[in-house]
């Protein structure tokens, strides 16, 4: 057989497979391109090789399930959610890119926790931890005492305690401070919490102790290094960073002690109920002895690869990335009935946990939430909710990098570079995963050409407000939309190849810039994945289709996504990693790198 004869069976193969693969495409159906309701709970039937809009619904459905648990990063959850990639990628038949062989790569994870050495004394009486009272924020070992004062509810700013009143003490309060059912946790009671800053201690009174919740910790080495070195090298930078301090905490000292007891607690410390104390009642002196214990919190990466075709360039990487966490279940944060709250966003928190400043609703406004709601009510009966299941935040993304490598893998576009596809733990905590794999990547960082990071691929609705301009500008979906972020900013050829991909699209996007502006306030740059690649001078697309009013909700779930532009973006990031994979010559960088990978982000 001659080479020529040869190269045609292939190419006529090549046909083949693709015809039947578009063949299976076509007779897939489902809700997300048949129309009608989108269902609470769905199973779809097998993955096939394109691209398609019923597999990516088939594969969230499964990932941003309520038995998921919101994939917290150093809980089972998340490592249930890994599990699942892997086994993907596995029956893929992609090349293992992990530790030791596997496709894992292990995150040296720790979590504090309320030791049972931990109580809270009164007189002869003494309570239990995560059974009678629990510590919202866990720092070191700490032992406070103090006369026990009751502040009332901080919502009631009109008769507040007054600093001196407070100081020394250990105040009782009762109702949520800070936004998140305990004291120094959000951005609402500002001023009320200054005006305890005198206090030793803070212990919001609440019907049940929560499950404790854990504190994590990265312990990378690399980067803790690398920043004191930077740091010391550069005494300007780190002054001019401020060192921001922890939440909750008033500047300068030692952060307040916080926590949550029963009323039953309560009633033992004031010699009252609740119910029948008064602001200003005073109680006996009591000792807060927190001891910390720390134990290991399993987290990981997963890692894998499809080999280049090209033996020249197959040392060479495309990655092709998103975050495979979410927030999980606080355990502050309250059930709540889940259409009341999404009729709640849809009117009057339009960009969910990132809306700002936003007023009371008015009596306009309330009329149309109640009208959402109830005709929602029309469709399900009351749903109480308390797992932030991420579905867009980043389920699209996990699904997605998920379907482009079931495409790669068989189908039969074969890039001549190689393609490492990483779903990265942690994003949600402080971008963990992409920081710990550049730090210790499993290839040579420097044979990686390009990093494509999808975060939030799943929505872009003419009815969802995506973001806001540099000038407050109110930014909103469309049929072909998406935002890029950083396609630019260290090569100008990878910008260009995505606008010159998208051209040829059946349906070309319009690309917005807008979140991209050098001094956005929301700093969006430097807030995902890429983040961690372009601080190695590694060129990176960041894709998006946005915020919108389920942004870190409850009501983030996979009925709400739109599953057929979600596959028009990921069939825009396969041909992209395809024309970069491809090219005679590595992206050129002509953009301005960081001097130091621990320099610090800021757009």
Same mark, same amino acid.
């Given at each position: 057989?001659?080479?020529?004869?040869?190269?045609?069976?292939?190419?006529?193969?090549?046909? %083949?497979?693709?015809?039947?693969?578009?063949?299976?495409?076509?007779?897939?159906?489902?809700?997300?391109?048949?129309?009608?309701?989108?269902?609470?709970?769905?199973?779809?039937?097998?993955?096939?090789?394109?691209?398609?809009?019923?597999?990516?619904?088939?594969?969230?459905?499964?990932?941003?399930?309520?038995?998921?648990?919101?994939?917290?990063?150093?809980?089972?959850?998340?490592?249930?959610?890994?599990?699942?990639?892997?086994?993907?990628?596995?029956?893929?038949?992609?090349?293992?890119?992990?530790?030791?062989?596997?496709?894992?790569?292990?995150?040296?994870?720790?979590?504090?926790?309320?030791?049972?050495?931990?109580?809270?004394?009164?007189?002869?009486?003494?309570?239990?931890?995560?059974?009678?009272?629990?510590?919202?924020?866990?720092?070191?070992?700490?032992?406070?005492?103090?006369?026990?004062?009751?502040?009332?509810?901080?919502?009631?700013?009109?008769?507040?305690?007054?600093?001196?009143?407070?100081?020394?003490?250990?105040?009782?309060?009762?109702?949520?401070?800070?936004?998140?059912?305990?004291?120094?946790?959000?951005?609402?009671?500002?001023?009320?919490?200054?005006?305890?800053?005198?206090?030793?201690?803070?212990?919001?009174?609440?019907?049940?102790?929560?499950?404790?919740?854990?504190?994590?910790?990265?312990?990378?080495?690399?980067?803790?290094?690398?920043?004191?070195?930077?740091?010391?090298?550069?005494?300007?930078?780190?002054?001019?960073?401020?060192?921001?301090?922890?939440?909750?905490?008033?500047?300068?000292?030692?952060?307040?002690?916080?926590?949550?007891?029963?009323?039953?607690?309560?009633?033992?410390?004031?010699?009252?109920?609740?119910?029948?104390?008064?602001?200003?009642?005073?109680?006996?002196?009591?000792?807060?002895?927190?001891?910390?214990?720390?134990?290991?919190?399993?987290?990981?990466? #997963?890692?894998?690869?499809?080999?280049?075709?090209?033996?020249?360039?197959?040392?060479?990487?495309?990655?092709?990335?998103?975050?495979?966490?979410?927030?999980?279940?606080?355990?502050?944060?309250?059930?709540?009935?889940?259409?009341?709250?999404?009729?709640?966003?849809?009117?009057?928190?339009?960009?969910?946990?990132?809306?700002?400043?936003?007023?009371?609703?008015?009596?306009?406004?309330?009329?149309?939430?109640?009208?959402?709601?109830?005709?929602?009510?029309?469709?399900?009966?009351?749903?109480?909710?308390?797992?932030?299941?991420?579905?867009?935040?980043?389920?699209?993304?996990?699904?997605?990098?998920?379907?482009?490598?079931?495409?790669?893998?068989?189908?039969?576009?074969?890039?001549?570079?190689?393609?490492?596809?990483?779903?990265?733990?942690?994003?949600?905590?402080?971008?963990?995963?992409?920081?710990?794999?550049?730090?210790?990547?499993?290839?040579?960082?420097?044979?990686?050409?390009?990093?494509?990071?999808?975060?939030?691929?799943?929505?872009?609705?003419?009815?969802?407000?995506?973001?806001?301009?540099?000038?407050?500008?109110?930014?909103?979906?469309?049929?072909?939309?998406?935002?890029? #972020?950083?396609?630019?900013?260290?090569?100008?050829?990878?910008?260009?190849?995505?606008?010159?991909?998208?051209?040829?699209?059946?349906?070309?996007?319009?690309?917005?810039?807008?979140?991209?502006?050098?001094?956005?306030?929301?700093?969006?740059?430097?807030?995902?994945?890429?983040?961690?690649?372009?601080?190695?001078? %590694?060129?990176? %697309?960041?894709?998006?289709?946005?915020?919108?009013?389920?942004?870190?909700?409850?009501?983030?779930?996979?009925?709400?996504?739109?599953?057929?532009?979600?596959?028009?973006?990921?069939?825009?990031?396969?041909?992209?990693?395809?024309?970069?994979?491809?090219?005679?010559?590595?992206?050129?960088?002509?953009?301005?790198?960081?001097?130091?990978?621990?320099?610090?982000?800021?757009?």
């Amino acid at each position: 057989m001659t080479h020529q004869s040869l190269a045609r069976r292939v190419a006529c193969v090549a046909i %083949i497979l693709a015809g039947t693969s578009l063949r299976l495409s076509a007779q897939q159906k489902c809700p997300a391109i048949v129309g009608g309701a989108m269902p609470l709970a769905y199973s779809g039937g097998p993955t096939v090789a394109d691209i398609t809009a019923c597999d990516l619904m088939t594969r969230l459905y499964i990932y941003a399930a309520d038995s998921m648990r919101g994939r917290e990063a150093g809980t089972p959850d998340a490592m249930r959610a890994t599990a699942y990639i892997e086994a993907e990628v596995r029956r893929l038949g992609l090349k293992p890119a992990g530790d030791n062989g596997t496709y894992f790569q292990n995150l040296p994870v720790t979590a504090r926790v309320l030791g049972a050495g931990s109580s809270i004394t009164s007189g002869s009486t003494t309570f239990k931890p995560n059974q009678d009272f629990s510590i919202t924020a866990l720092g070191a070992d700490r032992k406070v005492s103090g006369d026990v004062i009751f502040a009332g509810a901080l919502a009631d700013t009109s008769n507040m305690l007054t600093a001196d009143q407070v100081r020394g003490k250990v105040v009782l309060v009762t109702g949520a401070v800070g936004g998140r059912g305990g004291f120094g946790g959000g951005r609402g009671g500002v001023g009320a919490a200054n005006s305890l800053s005198g206090a030793v201690a803070i212990l919001t009174v609440v019907p049940a102790i929560a499950p404790p919740r854990l504190a994590f910790t990265l312990n990378d080495t690399a980067q803790t290094e690398g920043r004191a070195a930077y740091n010391t090298a550069h005494p300007e930078a780190a002054a001019g960073r401020g060192g921001r301090g922890g939440r909750g905490g008033f500047g300068g000292g030692q952060q307040l002690l916080a926590g949550t007891i029963t009323s039953t607690v309560a009633a033992a410390l004031l010699g009252k109920s609740v119910q029948s104390a008064v602001r200003g009642d005073v109680g006996a002196a009591e000792t807060i002895d927190v001891r910390v214990e720390t134990i290991p919190a399993p987290t990981r990466n #997963v890692v894998a690869i499809i080999p280049g075709s090209d033996p020249k360039l197959r040392g060479q990487y495309v990655v092709i990335g998103a975050h495979s966490d979410h927030v999980g279940m606080s355990a502050a944060r309250p059930v709540v009935e889940h259409d009341s709250l999404k009729a709640y966003n849809i009117v009057a928190r339009v960009e969910g946990a990132d809306t700002r400043n936003a007023a009371p609703p008015t009596a306009e406004q309330w009329a149309r939430i109640n009208a959402i709601k109830d005709s929602l009510r029309k469709i399900y009966p009351a749903r109480p909710d308390s797992i932030s299941n991420g579905a867009d935040d980043d389920g699209s993304g996990s699904v997605s990098i998920l379907e482009i490598a079931e495409a790669f893998a068989r189908g039969p576009v074969k890039p001549k570079r190689s393609l490492i596809f990483i779903w990265q733990m942690g994003e949600e905590k402080g971008l963990w995963g992409s920081q710990y794999f550049t730090n210790h990547p499993t290839v040579s960082l420097d044979s990686i050409v390009a990093d494509l990071n999808l975060d939030m691929v799943g929505r872009g609705e003419a009815s969802d407000v995506t973001g806001r301009s540099k000038d407050d500008v109110e930014l909103t979906g469309a049929a072909n939309y998406v935002q890029l #972020v950083g396609s630019r900013r260290l090569s100008t050829e990878l910008g260009d190849i995505a606008e010159d991909v998208s051209t040829k699209q059946p349906m070309p996007f319009k690309f917005d810039y807008a979140m991209d502006a050098n001094g956005h306030p929301q700093n969006i740059y430097c807030r995902s994945d890429h983040a961690n690649y372009a601080r190695y001078g %590694i060129p990176v %697309i960041f894709f998006t289709t946005g915020g919108h009013a389920d942004y870190h909700q409850v009501t983030d779930e996979p009925e709400y996504i739109q599953y057929q532009h979600m596959a028009r973006v990921d069939k825009l990031v396969f041909d992209i990693a395809t024309r970069v994979a491809n090219l005679d010559h590595r992206v050129k960088v002509d953009g301005p790198k960081a001097n130091s990978p621990f320099a610090g982000c800021q757009q």
